[in-house]
């Protein structure tokens, strides 16, 4: 069965700066992988998804995920943080062979200082 | 409306009380789904519901009861309940359980649910 784990239950950036947020994933066959973001008091919205078509995937925000087969990974970045970026992210994969199950990561609160 | 609404946002009970959580999608979706998300837990997946059928009850409880009447709602019925299921609980909806899809969920805002 697939699973993910993001690295760092916390992360915390300054206004301006690079934002990455580690995600790798564990999978027996080509996944589908997702970036989920939650503000405070609201349920979950999709940043951007990964479907096998070209490996570098932008999202809303300006955020963009890379997918790196032979790191099992998919790591969330952003080159300026904004305030308004402070939030939970939830890396997801999801089997497509397997009904298409979605396993959430732990997710990562991130914090964006002044 | 669009996307995916549950009522209400907030729901405070106590423990011999009966309430339940609706919610509803506007997608054109054909599958649901109840998470539960407490507190430094990962999300955890109670429900799936395909075409109107249960197709997945991952090990919850009774107290929890869930109802699909269609496509479009589903509800999760709550009698006693105990103070560990204060959590914030999250409808999902997808294109379809399976096929061609990416498996894609789209949430609702949640339902906030407190048990005194």
């Known amino acids: 069965a697939q699973s993910v784990t993001q690295l760092g239950s916390h992360v915390s950036v300054s206004e301006g700066a690079l934002v990455l947020l580690r995600c790798n994933y564990s999978?027996?066959?080509?996944?589908?992988l997702f970036w989920y973001v939650q503000y405070p008091n609201q349920g979950l919205q999709l940043l951007l998804k990964y479907t096998s078509a070209a490996t570098l995937v932008k999202g809303i925000n300006g955020f963009e995920a890379e997918f790196k087969k032979s790191e099992t990974s998919f790591h969330l970045t952003k080159p300026s943080a904004h305030m308004s970026d402070a939030a939970e992210y939830f890396c997801a994969v999801s089997d497509p062979y397997n009904n298409n199950d979605m396993r959430f990561g732990a997710g990562t609160r991130l914090t964006v200082k002044p | 409306e669009t996307g995916v609404t549950q009522t209400p946002r907030h729901l405070v009970m106590g423990m011999t009380n009966k309430k339940s959580l609706k919610c509803e999608q506007h997608?054109?979706?054909?599958?649901m789904y109840w998470y539960k998300q407490s507190a430094k837990k990962p999300l955890e997946l109670m429900f799936v519901y395909s075409l109107e059928e249960r197709v997945e009850n991952n090990s919850v409880p009774s107290r929890f009861s869930p109802e699909c009447p269609n496509s479009s709602h589903l509800f999760l019925h709550l009698h006693t309940l105990q103070p560990e299921d204060s959590a914030l609980y999250l409808c999902?909806?997808?294109?379809?359980?399976?096929?061609?899809?990416?498996?894609?969920?789209?949430f609702g805002e949640g339902s906030r649910l407190t048990v005194l």
């Open positions: 999902a909806s997808s294109q379809d359980k399976g096929g061609i899809d990416t498996g894609e969920l789209f």
């Open positions: 999978s027996s066959v080509p996944p589908y």
């Open positions: 997608l054109g979706h054909n599958a």
